[in-house]
């Protein structure tokens, strides 16, 4: 009988992107967005067999899941913006040289982070009119102003995200540059 023990298996590959302070810190996306997602889940669930079993469906359903979306995309927002997830047309890359694909990104970049600053200072004005005269969801009485302040500091954190990106798109470009 041979008493060698089988080759060990080879180690996985390391992933491609900072695994530092930055991805800890999407967590708070993260984390936040699956538990909506989760009751989503579960609150549908909940719905449909009261609706179908009890006659008898659980109140204020729309009205919750309409908010669970409200956190599921935004909080997704700046994720798929830093892991660059989102659709884009790129069968033009290959007939433009890389620097000029590099400077586009990079103006792109500064583009949707304007656009989310304003999404975000409209949102920040919405917040406060709705908080002014108290605006809630009909059936179950939920303040809406909460949730609109957090579309706005979403878009905020999406557009520094998209700052960020933008400047390692020229920051690359000018490493280009130099060489």
Request: aromatic fraction near 8%.
């Amino acid at each position: 009988m041979n008493s060698a023990s089988p080759p060990e298996a080879p180690l996985p590959a390391q992933p491609d992107h900072d695994t530092g302070v930055i991805d800890r810190w999407e967590y708070l996306f993260v984390v936040p967005a699956a538990a909506a997602l989760l009751g989503l889940v579960g609150l549908t669930f909940v719905d449909v067999v009261g609706r179908y079993l009890f006659d008898h469906p659980l109140r204020g359903t729309t009205e919750l899941v309409e908010l669970a979306m409200v956190v599921i995309i935004f909080m997704g927002l700046p994720l798929v913006t830093r892991h660059r997830e989102h659709l884009a047309l790129d069968f033009l890359d290959k007939l433009v040289p890389p620097r000029v694909v590099l400077f586009i990104e990079g103006l792109m970049g500064l583009l949707m982070a304007a656009c989310l600053l304003w999404l975000a200072w409209l949102m920040a004005g919405k917040a406060l009119d709705v908080a002014s005269i108290g605006d809630s969801t009909m059936v179950l009485s939920i303040a809406l102003a909460p949730f609109i302040w957090f579309i706005a500091l979403a878009a905020a954190i999406d557009a520094l995200v998209n700052i960020a990106m933008a400047i390692d798109q020229f920051s690359a470009l000018r490493r280009k540059a130099v060489r």
